[in-house]
């Protein structure tokens, strides 16, 4: 970073925006053809934001045939392995390049800080294309044992429309997640991002058409899930659905692949994670991991740690410290201020259904020691603070539903098979974390946790290198590393016979 970011700048950075809110297909933008539009309201004022195209199933077909017709014409599965990988290393350059104006229509969208966006986001975006453009001339094909009169061939090949559907938490991250492996395996993607954040998705779309995607490789749906994420996941011509979100829409997902033509699916869904911690533990750490992990992006991460675990006799001592690191480190403010460290939640009414969840954890009998309520109201945002609940079982709503806000709960215990038995008793299996000095004991409960990530001494690390995803009802399928490509491919085999 070589700028001196000021709210002023970024304001400035605004104001110069124009936002486009079309449909991106077959490498040009298009409004919907129904004519219609929805307006984004801006969460971090509550003001009108961009027009975005309001698709369906009309325009879901018209991007499917371009993706299709991409996928036969071979313009880009048959492309040389280093052309490929140079114009994905472009995409991921340009990515870089226009990182401010992209980090700001994260922003605008989602109410995430702008900073955030930019070193975070955006950052994590253009890595995740990077990492894959770099597999693509990496690949090996295999050659299976056979007689001496026989050669089998045992080709790694790309699957063909995949249709993505990702929510609006990490826009432009989990994007780039499905987007890096499904493109260099091969395939044509429809894209369709969730309804509040779909400013990032049309340009990513954009600039990889300007680096050298073929028209129809990549193309771009706006609208309500109902109206255009069903009739891709319902569609006869698309192969695979990769989606991102909560569970309730993931089921549905499956229930549509086996309605329409027995399309693939990978689910990367919901998740309540626990986080353990024990006596012998540096509580410090574990205070510092415990405040960042669940309230980062105010709580709207599939794999916050919203449940503390925490032994009995550490849990005033390290509820006090959470507290300390919260109020120190973790800044609420407009995400415009360089200074915020979380911004807005992503609307109106999930603000309300977060502030309302709360409530019927204190009338369980929760008892909350600090925050978890509206602030900055005089923005016409929708802020909520971190809060911390105690007195809580693991029976109870606040411990058992995806809150998806700045919400912690925290639920003693006093023996290591108890807290194991507490952590695993959830629907949930997508990460985890364990805090102790015990070597032994860190790996005997990290085997034992049933999640796809557990963490040992530390929360949320990862690189493009490790799988993620879930267990249990948080899915199946993993985005990220060398692993995401075969995703999006199947095993071909071409025996020849000699002789
Ligand atoms: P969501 O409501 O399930 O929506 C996800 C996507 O599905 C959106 O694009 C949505 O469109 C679309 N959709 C909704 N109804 C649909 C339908 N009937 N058919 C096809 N598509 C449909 O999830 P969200 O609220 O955006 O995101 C939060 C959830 O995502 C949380 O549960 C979180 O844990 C999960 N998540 C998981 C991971 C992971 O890696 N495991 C990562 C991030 C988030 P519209 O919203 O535009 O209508």
């Not at 991409?70 to 392995?81: H, I, L, N, Q, Y």
């Not at 990496?138 to 699957?159: F, H, M, Q, W």
């Not at 959470?322 to 201020?337: F, N, Q, Y």
């Not at 860190?442 to 879930?470: C, K």
């Amino acid at each position: 970073m070589t700028r001196d970011y000021t709210r002023d700048y970024w304001e400035t950075v605004l104001s110069g925006l124009e936002l486009e809110g079309r449909h991106f297909i077959d490498g040009a933008y298009r409004a919907s053809s129904s004519g219609e539009t929805f307006t984004r309201i801006r969460p971090m004022d509550g003001k009108p934001g961009a027009q975005l195209a309001r698709g369906n199933a009309a325009d879901i077909d018209a991007a499917v045939a371009a993706a299709r017709a991409a996928f036969e014409s071979g313009v880009w599965r048959k492309k040389e392995p280093l052309e490929k990988k140079r114009i994905m290393l472009k995409w991921a350059e340009l990515i870089r390049t226009h990182g401010e104006e992209l980090a700001m229509l994260e922003t605008l969208d989602v109410g995430k800080p702008v900073m955030a966006s930019l070193t975070v986001d955006v950052r994590l975006c253009a890595d995740g294309i990077q990492f894959y453009g770099e597999m693509i001339d990496k690949i090996y094909d295999e050659i299976a044992p056979t007689g001496p009169n026989a050669r089998a061939l045992v080709r790694k090949v790309p699957l063909g429309v995949i249709g993505a559907i990702t929510p609006w938490n990490y826009p432009m991250i989990i994007d780039a997640w499905k987007l890096g492996p499904a493109i260099a395996a091969g395939n044509s993607v429809v894209l369709k991002p969730a309804e509040q954040s779909s400013l990032s998705a049309i340009r990513l779309a954009e600039l990889g058409f300007e680096a050298g995607l073929p028209a129809g490789v990549l193309n771009v749906v706006t609208g309500y899930g109902e109206e255009t994420g069903k009739p891709l996941a319902l569609h006869m011509d698309v192969d695979m659905i990769a989606f991102t979100g909560s569970t309730e829409v993931g089921k549905l997902i499956m229930g549509y692949a086996a309605q329409s033509n027995v399309k693939r699916v990978a689910l990367e869904l919901g998740g309540k994670s626990p986080l353990v911690v024990f006596e012998d533990a540096d509580l410090d750490a574990a205070a510092s991991a415990v405040a960042w992990g669940c309230f980062y992006n105010s709580g709207e991460t599939c794999h916050a740690s919203t449940r503390l675990i925490v032994q009995r006799s550490v849990q005033e001592t390290l509820i006090a410290k959470i507290e300390a690191v919260t109020r120190s480190d973790i800044a609420l403010k407009h995400p415009l201020d360089p200074a915020a460290q979380i911004g807005a939640l992503i609307e109106e009414e999930h603000m309300n259904k977060v502030l309302s969840m709360i409530a019927a954890g204190e009338k369980e009998g929760a008892r909350r020691v600090f925050g978890a309520e509206r602030v900055l109201s005089e923005t016409g945002g929708y802020y909520v603070s971190p809060g911390v609940f105690v007195d809580m079982t693991n029976d109870m709503s606040l411990a058992r539903q995806e809150i998806f806000g700045p919400v912690l709960a925290a639920i003693p215990f006093d023996a290591e098979e108890e807290a194991l038995r507490i952590a695993n008793d959830t629907i949930y299996g997508l990460a985890g974390a364990v805090f102790t000095r015990d070597m032994d004991r860190a790996h005997r409960f990290s085997e034992a946790l049933h999640a796809g990530t557990v963490w040992i001494n530390t929360y949320d690390m990862s690189n493009f290198a490790t799988p993620f995803g879930g267990f249990k009802q948080s899915g199946f399928g993993r985005d990220r590393s060398v692993h995401a490509i075969d995703k999006y491919c199947d095993y071909k085999t071409i025996w020849q016979q000699f002789g």
